[in-house]
């Protein structure tokens, strides 16, 4: 098993918690069907550069980090690219000292970190540019999406924060609900992400989407496939059966 990333350094009043999905995307990305399947794709006999891996909503970071960290072991070569963008700027910085403790902790595997980027989604990436996108989303089913703090509150913020170099409790909490409140089905940010996978990944991208059983997966993948001919998506990891459903399942998206 390899070392999961030190995250100690992270304040989770502000930033989403490692938990029984994050750890799961970790043991999905080092299984050996999967770490076959990036080496093959990757560095096989039609190899051509390093791989960009992207995490959309890295929160502490511990996924893209052990991407990093363990670059070797996962594509069978160093020269891997990685990077993260979210939405919380706390996040972006949680997410480069855990890359950066992560690399130095594994000296011999990791490949290259690029960095972490404030931004929605995929809006800052460059279409067909990603080779592997990693989403962990705000998946459980809401009533409505996060709403920001009102104008008068947010006025009242800057007045703080002129004075005090730290967040509010309404930021906090809106920042912290975004990682995991998903609107109806707990789908509304997630169908974006997959709406946009057309655009940015590359003529070898795939993608690793974790979902729950409220998220209608059979009727997530039946969406991919009408992207086209050559869609392809399966299950390569699940948390378990609970009640005859996969409580927690990663699908992946790829095209042949």
Known sequence: MLPTPDTSHVAYERVYEP?????????????APET????????????????????????????VAFVHAHARILF??????TAAIDINGHACRATGETARKAAAENAETHGEFLGALQGD???????????????????????????????????????????????????DSYMLSLSYA???????TTD???????????SRGCAYILLCAQNKPEEVKE????FGEG??????????????????????????
């Open 19 to 31: 938990a029984e999905d994050s750890f799961l995307l970790l043991d999905t990305l080092s299984s």
């Open 36 to 63: 076959s399947f990036l080496r093959q794709r990757f560095f096989g006999s039609d190899s051509w550069g390093a791989p960009l891996v992207l995490e959309v909503g890295p929160g502490s970071g511990v996924v």
């Open 76 to 81: 069978g070569s160093p020269a891997v690219l």
């Open 121 to 171: 989604l995929v809006a800052p990436v460059r279409d067909r540019s990603v080779d592997v996108l990693v989403f962990n989303p705000p998946y459980v089913p809401t009533s409505e999406l996060p709403r920001q703090p009102t104008q008068q509150q947010q006025q009242a913020d800057d007045l703080l924060q002129a004075t005090k170099p730290t967040t509010t409790f309404d930021e």
């Open 182 to 188: 998903g609107g109806k089905d707990g789908m509304e």
């Open 192 to 202: 974006r992400l997959i709406s946009s996978l057309p655009r940015v990944l590359s």
């Open 223 to 226: 969406r991919v496939r009408a």
């Open 231 to 256: 869609w392809k998506v399966a299950t390569v990891g699940s948390s378990g059966k609970q009640a005859g459903w996969e409580r927690l399942q990663i699908i992946r998206i790829w095209v042949e």
